[in-house]
């Protein structure tokens, strides 16, 4: 009987292999005139001169790596796309190869193996979005001690010689506490959700929010609890609080935690909404319309987290590769190399029609975005 | 090495069952100890309080007149016991060497196994069956690769290895043919002149009249009768192994002689599968045909090669047509059924509800468009006319008695209004009082036309309601009892290989 | 029931299949990264590699004895935070010594305390490591809430770049591996561990100690989850609780690839150490193959589904042909 079982399952495991090895090469052309071939084929010449000389790569043209641990989020996704897409300009000048992208779920050892493949096949510049702040710091330098150019995104890290390219997460919440402490005319009961306890970026924004909320005393904060930076936990956290605090005068929160919490107020059907703080992901600002026709006194701000941070970065890298001289006093941040990039949308009921407009004809998990285009990084960073 | 055993009074229960409730024995060095009794009778419990597989609950045990505790299997290999397990002590993917000496491996002082030598000593070991293998085994042949006898042997020369000074052999001639048997024989001839004391645990008659000194008979889990072998017979054994007091109370109807103008239902030649060594037998519509025999005769083999369950060889004819089914559906398709003996694993989905349950052969019959109206009505019917006690067809089957969930198994083949039901052992674990429900619904379906092949582990069932009773003896139909010979006495005495006939 | 010369083969060498895949991959990937064997590319991989084999050695003796351990990750996590937390990256060696050595004792313990309950209180394996697993890797949140911390430099390089013998260290440790291992295979123990694996009840009766043997296997793993903690802090040179949360799973998947069954009673060591390396040159010949991004999970995915599922596909079509 169980021999039987046995074969059973085998057959079906061997049946939905041959399906799906069926389904790569089928799927693969729709893909093709995209990425598939050019993937291909720039590859194999960055590799060919591996073994007689080091640098510098093919025809004088760079190759830049991208190494990514974390491919579970529209975030990340946008990111990679974006950076295709900004890529493709640079070949078009001539300038770069195809992109060489190493991106899959996995751990700190899974991302020093990334790192170092794309030492193995000789890139020019790495951009990493680092999966841990300290642990990839030892390779990085390896990268370093090779020539490559790194530059973090997304996270920065403290690595003297790794540029990091980002948002001021601090400056970031900032700009949503202070907009919430003022609506609320600097009194009121308030709760806050936040992401993961002890995460870098999730720190750097506590603080701000408490340092902002510090200068409005009458402004209670009465709980705060982790929403774990997903939408459904979000959700019920809010349900748990508007339960307690039925007459909760605004709330604090982030990403998309802050969909899910504007789901659980909508759920509870208040009279008269809360003054929340939200998102810029387009789901947020068709909900955010939504409650406008039942409420239209209804005020929230959706503060962008840009993907496009890295393709700038990318910019970044290609411009310090052809040799131009970054303006080291406009950097910052914790090792003096950061690239402080500017948020690309504040949105509040003011300026709402703007970005839905935007939002028009992308899917609900898109996030306002902004990519400097190469003449902003030139002038903004590079003498 | 003198030695004596003595049990006495031993009890023991599993959950509320009695198995063993006035188990006793005496053995001494030099002798050889039959332990006979009918099926269910306490034997292989006797044997395990004995070996310290399991703990007795009441009783005590004598070793060299000394009161011992034996609460592990290592206590009585310490104690010098060892056993030749019915069920195999063996390893499977380890090799013959490694099982033989697992525990007692010679070692050097680094703690490290010195392979040459347990080589060379399973070879001497496994010279004392020199002649009787059929294929080419060595100390390192792993286990899963022998047939059924050479691990048999396996078994016994690794308890021997241990040079103990009792030796327990539960059914250790079962796989062995007769050459492998006569060799044992002899070995255990020499084991007596060494002082060994023996008890052999087995159902073959001929093999207790030619090895056993001693015997002492069980019955419902008391020991009724002891002595010397050659003060005895297989018709006086026999006699004490059968219990006379009935507690069978179900009275079938006399039927009606009309069963042989039916057409025949069943016609099997030659069946040969690994066990059963070629079956001839015929039913008749309407029949109700008792399987019986010790367990594990071939029983089961049988029931699951006429429903395609198992491959086999031979002629078999349902009705006027030729049939070989490969696969249960198959013979599902011809109207066959099998009731299974284990319900929890075989027959039901327990966390189910009772109606999924009796659907689950059906559904085609309902499926597309899927009309559960009809399906419950029919469901509501079967359950009605099974008489199955129950809250709702919407309870799962955890909700029922072992009596109505073994109902539910046979109402999910009804569903199918079945030609031909073969059960296997169906009665086991049930109460009496659905026993008895059982029986008359049996009946009741022979004399709707339906035709039953009914293997059954407890004897009286099997004499007090079917029409004709086949005696499973080593694969092989032993006796075919009918009307007046069909009784418990000729019943048990053909189980146990017994030639002739009791008459009383 | 007549035994192909395939099964048989199989049955003896249960890390044949394991073998001739990693010879494969290692084919392809050297063909794909045409300086894999240079010893910078050789040393960068093993000590990637080495905290995972570690922890797979660890599970597939456990998985011989007949259990499971799922909470391997969580103890690596545990040591990662012990060290990063109490050496520091400006400690001293005398310290990175001392927290070794208690980072061993710890690993001991965790793994005691899961052989506790499966052994002596006889709860189910899986569910027992999955439950001590979230404690373990809850404490390590404790001992370090914020990823940080570190150890010292030095030992980090010193991780990263010795190359005794001319090999990478991973080679050595190896070595050192299958050594012991080659000793315990020869002992008493080491034949209880299979028994105990492939039978339980037959051991017992045989008066094998079974409930000694799944402890000791337990603590057995917890050691090796302990090793791979030092090994990964040393590997990256700081802290993160949630280190060795990937790596269970991974280390399951190694000593199923290496030829060890789920069932128990049936592996051994150099299947492991072969199948972490295989799960490892994976993702190189992912990566390295310039398949695009977007497949780049499905493939790998793939890879590993056929690993896994060939011994039976093959066996499979053995069957057939009879």
Redesign the interface.
């Known amino acids: 009987m169980s021999k039987k079982i046995v074969m059973i399952v085998v057959a079906m495991l061997t049946v939905f292999a041959m399906v799906l090895s069926a389904c790569t090469p089928t799927a693969a052309p729709t893909e093709a005139p995209v990425v598939e071939q050019p993937t291909a084929a720039p590859i194999e010449p960055t590799k060919a001169p591996e073994t007689p000389a080091e640098v510098p790569a093919d025809d004088g043209k760079f190759t830049i790596g991208i190494s990514n641990p974390f491919i579970s989020s529209e975030y990340r996704t946008q990111m990679i796309a974006e950076l295709i897409e900004v890529n493709a300009e640079y070949m078009a000048e001539g300038l770069t190869t195809e992109l060489v992208i190493e991106s899959a779920d996995t751990d700190v050892a899974g991302q020093i193996q990334q790192l170092q493949n794309l030492m193995a096949k000789n890139v020019d510049a790495i951009l990493v979005n680092p999966g841990d702040v300290n642990g990839l710091n030892a390779t990085l330098e390896e990268a370093l001690a090779k020539g490559i150019i790194v530059i973090s995104v997304d996270q920065e890290l403290n690595v003297p010689g790794v540029y990091n390219v980002g948002i001021d997460q601090k400056e970031w919440a900032k700009t949503s506490a202070k907009w919430l402490a003022e609506t609320l005319g600097g009194k009121g009961d308030i709760v806050q959700i936040e992401g993961f306890p002890g995460h870098p970026a999730n720190v750097a924004r506590m603080e701000g929010v408490a340092e902002v909320l510090a200068g409005y005393p009458d402004i209670k904060v009465l709980a705060t609890d982790t929403g774990k930076w997903d939408e459904a936990t979000g959700q019920q956290v809010m349900s748990n609080f508007l339960a307690a605090y039925p007459a909760l005068a605004g709330y604090w929160t982030q990403d998309g935690m802050a969909i899910g919490a504007l789901q659980a107020v909508m759920a509870a059907a208040p009279a008269k909404y809360p003054v929340v703080v939200g998102e810029g992901r387009c789901q947020f600002l068709k909900l955010w319309e939504e409650v406008l026709k039942t409420d239209p006194e209804f005020k929230t701000i959706a503060v962008a987290n840009p993907p496009g941070v890295s393709p700038t970065g990318l910019r970044i890298a290609v411009n310090m590769l052809m040799g131009k001289t970054v303006d080291t006093t406009k950097l910052g941040g914790v090792n003096g190399e950061s690239f402080v990039i500017a948020v690309p949308w504040t949105v509040t009921n003011d300026n709402l029609a703007a970005a839905l407009d935007v939002c028009k004809d992308k899917p609900d998990a898109y996030l306002l975005d902004g990519i400097m285009t190469n003449d902003e990084v030139l002038k903004t960073y590079f003498k | 090495m003198n030695v004596s055993l003595s049990a006495q009074n031993i009890v023991k229960h599993y959950g509320g069952v009695v198995a063993l409730s006035d188990g006793n024995l005496e053995v001494q060095s030099g002798q050889v100890l039959a332990l006979i009794g009918a099926n269910g009778s306490g034997k292989s419990t006797l044997s395990k309080v004995i070996n310290g597989v399991v703990v007795l609950d009441g009783g005590q045990l004598l070793l060299d007149q000394k009161p011992v505790h034996f609460s592990s299997p290592h206590a009585a290999i310490e104690n010098g016991i060892a056993t030749v397990f019915q069920e195999l002590s063996l390893i499977p993917n380890m090799t013959v060497a490694e099982n033989i000496w697992l525990t007692q491996e010679p070692r050097n002082i680094l703690g490290i196994i010195k392979k040459k030598e347990v080589y060379q000593k399973t070879n001497e070991l496994l010279a004392l069956f020199e002649g009787t293998y059929k294929t080419k085994l060595n100390p390192d042949t792993p286990i899963s690769a022998l047939p059924a006898d050479e691990k048999q042997i396996i078994e016994i020369l690794k308890a021997i290895r241990l040079n103990p000074r009792i030796l327990i052999l539960d059914e250790a001639t079962a796989s062995l043919d007769s050459r492998q048997v006569q060799r044992l024989f002899k070995l255990v001839n020499q084991w007596k002149q060494e002082e060994k004391a023996i008890i052999f645990v087995s159902h073959r008659m001929e093999e207790i009249f030619q090895i056993a000194d001693h015997y002492v008979v069980l019955r419902n889990g008391k020991s009724v009768g002891t002595g010397m072998i050659k003060d005895t017979n297989e018709n006086e054994l026999v006699k004490l192994m059968v219990d006379k007091t009935s507690v069978f109370s179900f009275k079938r109807q006399e039927k009606v002689k009309s069963l042989e103008l039916k057409p025949i239902c069943l016609k099997v030649k030659k069946l040969k599968t690994d066990v059963l060594q070629g079956i001839d037998f015929e039913v008749r519509q309407g029949e109700l045909v008792g399987i019986g025999g010790l367990q594990g005769q071939g029983q089961r083999d049988l029931l699951l090669s006429l429903y395609g369950d198992i491959s086999f060889t031979g002629d078999i004819q349902l009705f006027d047509e030729k049939v070989h089914f490969k696969h249960p559906h198959a013979a599902m398709k011809k109207g066959l059924a099998l009731v299974p003996g284990d319900r929890a694993k075989e027959g039901l989905i327990y966390i189910r509800s009772i109606l999924e349950n009796l659907l689950l052969p059906s559904w085609r019959k309902y499926g597309t468009p899927l009309r559960m109206e009809r399906s419950r009505k029919d469901a509501l019917n079967v359950s009605n006319s099974l008489n199955l006690k129950m809250a709702g067809l919407q309870e799962p089957v955890s909700s029922l008695s072992g009596g109505n969930a073994q109902k539910v198994v046979i109402g999910k083949w009804l569903m199918r209004s079945p030609q031909l039901m073969l059960l296997d052992d169906p009665t086991k674990g049930v109460d009496v009082g659905t026993k008895a429900e059982f029986y008359s619904l049996l009946t009741r379906l022979c004399d709707e036309g339906k035709t039953i092949l009914f293997y059954s582990s407890d004897d009286e069932e099997l004499v007090g309601l079917c029409d004709r009773v086949l005696v499973l003896y080593d694969g092989q139909i032993r006796t075919e009892l009918i009307d007046a010979s069909l009784t418990k006495e000729n019943l048990i005495s053909a189980s146990l290989g017994v030639v002739s006939e009791v008459t009383e | 029931?007549k035994?192909t010369t395939w099964n048989?083969l199989m049955?003896?060498h249960p890390a044949l299949f394991a073998l001739i895949l990693f010879v494969i991959i290692i084919i392809i990937n050297a063909i794909l990264?045409?300086?894999l064997f240079a010893l910078e590319?050789l040393n960068?991989?093993m000590r990637?590699f080495l905290?995972?084999l570690l922890l797979a050695v660890g599970q597939s003796i456990v998985m011989i004895g007949g259990g499971i351990d799922i909470s391997v990750g969580g103890i690596a996590s545990i040591i990662n935070c012990v060290l990063a937390t109490q050496v520091g990256l400006n400690g001293s060696m005398e310290d990175m010594w001392k927290f070794i050595f208690i980072s061993l004792l710890a690993g001991v313990l965790a793994g005691a305390i899961n052989g506790f309950f499966i052994a002596v209180l006889r709860l189910q394996p899986i569910i027992t490591t999955y439950a001590t697993g979230f404690i373990y890797a809850g404490f390590a949140?404790f001992l370090l809430?914020?990823?940080?911390?570190?150890i010292p430099?030095a030992v980090?390089?010193f991780y990263?770049t010795t190359t005794p013998f001319g090999l990478p260290l991973a080679f050595s440790v190896i070595a050192v591996i299958v050594l012991i291992w080659w000793?315990v295979r020869?002992?008493?123990f080491g034949?209880?561990l299979?028994?105990v694996g492939?039978?339980a009840?037959?051991?017992?009766?045989?008066?094998?100690?079974v409930n000694w043997v799944v402890f000791s296997t337990y603590v057995i793993s917890g050691l090796m989850a302990a090793f791979s903690g030092i090994a990964?802090t040393m590997?990256?040179?700081?802290?993160?609780a949630?280190?060795g949360?990937?790596?269970t799973l991974n280390s399951i998947t190694a000593a199923v690839i290496g030829g060890t069954a789920m069932s128990g009673?049936?592996g051994g060591v150099a299947g492991p150490i072969m199948g972490t390396i295989t799960l490892?040159l994976m993702?190189?010949i992912?990566?390295?193959s310039?398949?695009?991004?977007?497949?780049?999970?499905?493939?790998?995915a793939?890879i590993i589904?056929?690993a896994l599922?060939a011994p039976?596909?093959i066996?499979?079509f053995i069957?057939e042909k009879k």
Do not use: C, H
Not at chain 3, 145 to 150: E, K
Not at chain 3, 235 to 240: M, T
């Open positions: 029931m035994k048989t049955a003896r990264q045409p300086g590319t960068n991989n990637v905290p995972l949140l809430p914020n990823p940080g911390g570190g430099r980090a390089d990263r000793y020869s002992t008493r034949r209880y299979y028994a492939g039978k009840d037959a051991a017992y009766q045989t008066a094998v100690p990964i590997l990256s040179g700081s802290g993160n949630e280190i949360s990937g790596m009673g049936v490892g993702q190189n992912v990566s390295f310039g398949i695009s991004t977007w497949w780049e999970t499905l493939a790998k793939l589904v056929v599922a039976g596909i066996n499979l069957r």
